[in-house]
């Protein structure tokens, strides 16, 4: 192998880093934050979801309400 292409949303800088920090650190901001992000989640099973997704989904919502997870999210989405 001579090189490696990566290919995703995930894998490079944004080009607008500053608008995309602000724009995260707003919408995942106390006290709507988990809220926002709960109702993007189902966006990341786009074609099958597992027969215990809203169960999933509501621990997801009950550890982002723990201290430091909403906060530990937001670095994750702005860095």
């Known amino acids: 192998m001579r090189?490696?292409?990566?290919i995703g949303p995930f894998v490079a800088a944004p080009r607008s880093a500053l608008l995309t920090k602000l724009t995260v650190?707003?919408?995942?901001a106390p006290p709507w934050g988990v809220a926002v992000f709960c109702s993007y989640f189902?966006?990341?099973?786009?074609?099958?979801?597992?027969?215990d997704f809203e169960e999933h989904r509501r621990h997801?919502?009950?550890?982002?309400?723990?201290p430091?997870?909403?906060?530990?999210l937001r670095q994750l989405f702005s860095d």
């Open 60 to 66: 997801v919502k009950a550890m982002l309400k723990e």
């Open 3 to 6: 090189g490696l292409v990566l």
């Open 42 to 51: 189902p966006r990341m099973y786009p074609k099958a979801r597992p027969t």
């Open 68 to 72: 430091g997870r909403l906060h530990a």
């Open 25 to 28: 650190f707003l919408l995942l």
